[in-house]
């Protein structure tokens, strides 16, 4: 069973910059892995955040990029606002399944 | 507008099948690079894929619970079931459904960039 690993908890000041990053099992995650992000606050339903490695849909804040980084798939947001703390998940396409990463609990401190 | 929308029981008891609904609208199960999909979380716990069915009707199944699951659509009504056979205490979650979209064009693939609002299924005797 692959597994899909994230930090499971950051902390950054207001204002900061942080980067979240998700790795997989089988080895280098790679843009055929279609990397998704998705932010998930208290109580509420999951938003899509990033598709395809880089790819923004037209709700994500422009301070939210995707990128590769080191063999994993990561996600960096640049002057991070209090509303910001989440949980954040990735969500990688593995040979034909699915697999979302353990998420990150972030918070903005 | 897209929206989806989850719905089935309010309880399932132990070995008992879960049949969960899909119902959506603002885009069509029959056009070429759609699916839909359902993800669950248990309470406190991470997000967790279970299966997703495609235009052309492939069907895809997360590999642990692939024996207990079935998808399927109805096109004509803009519907996916979720089946779960022999359902567990450790079943109990939020169900979610969202919709796929492929462009095949660009080479890119936007998992489940609109969400239904869920549906919490708790299995208890």
């Known amino acids: 069973q692959t597994v899909v690993t994230q930090e499971p908890s950051l902390t950054v000041s207001p204002g900061g910059t942080v980067t979240l990053t998700c790795a997989s099992s089988t080895g280098a995650v790679t843009s055929g892995y279609f990397p998704n992000w998705f932010q998930q606050k208290p109580g509420q339903v999951p938003r899509a955040l990033i598709y395809?490695?880089?790819n923004k849909h037209s709700w994500t804040p422009a301070r939210f990029s995707g990128s590769l980084l080191g063999g994993k798939a990561a996600l960096t947001l640049s002057g991070v606002q209090p509303e910001d703390e989440a949980d954040y998940y990735c969500l990688l396409y593995l040979g034909g399944d699915w697999v979302f990463g353990g998420g990150t609990k972030l918070t903005v401190l | 507008q897209i929206t989806l929308k989850e719905s089935g029981p309010t309880l399932v008891k132990p070995t008992q099948t879960l049949t969960l609904t899909c119902s959506f609208s603002?885009?069509?199960?029959?056009?070429?690079?759609?699916?839909v999909g359902w993800i669950r979380q248990p309470p406190g716990k991470p997000l967790e894929w279970l299966a997703l069915?495609?235009?052309?009707?492939?069907?895809r199944y997360s590999p642990s619970l692939r024996n207990r699951l079935t998808i399927t659509k109805d096109t004509s009504k803009n519907q996916v079931v979720l089946t779960m056979t022999n359902m567990v205490p450790v079943d109990t979650a939020t169900y979610y459904c969202g919709r796929h979209s492929i462009n095949i064009i660009a080479q890119t693939a936007a998992s489940f960039d609109y969400w239904g609002p869920g549906t919490l299924v708790p299995v208890s005797s």
């Open positions: 603002g885009f069509s199960l029959s056009t070429r690079g759609v699916g």
């Open positions: 395809s490695t880089t």
């Open positions: 069915i495609f235009w052309d009707d492939d069907k």
